[in-house]
């Protein structure tokens, strides 16, 4: 009697731990689905350049644009893009680089090779 009393406890401990590692399974995967529905959420995220406001400027390599129009999603989007991508990248005919403030855009039209 004591010897069944002690195989039921164990298998009973035996199912408590499955139901903990299938439980910590289905959190993670949970998780990986919320962090992937976020990168396709970002990956879609589309922005005018165009529609942002820039200023002419000079600077040590000639003349740029740059912005600071926070009111616009485009600008945030553009932004978060930047930001990304290391704080530099090409956006159609444009280099775009983001200041060290993080809240300032330069762009500048790209010289046609050839």
Do not use: P
Request: proline residues 0%.
């Amino acid at each position: 009697m004591i010897s069944s009393k002690i195989g039921a406890d164990e298998k009973m401990a035996s199912n408590d731990l499955a139901l903990e590692a299938l439980l910590e399974f289905i959190n993670a995967v949970e998780a990986g689905i919320v962090a992937a529905k976020q990168c396709v959420k970002e990956a879609k995220q589309v922005y005018n350049i165009e529609a942002i406001k820039w200023e002419k400027a000079q600077g040590a390599n000639g003349e740029y644009e740059r912005s600071e129009d926070m009111n616009s999603s485009d600008f945030k989007a553009l932004l978060r893009d930047v930001q990304a991508h290391g704080g530099k990248m090409t956006v159609g005919n444009y280099f775009v680089w983001s200041f060290g403030n993080g809240v300032v855009l330069g762009r500048k039209l790209r010289k046609s090779r050839g």
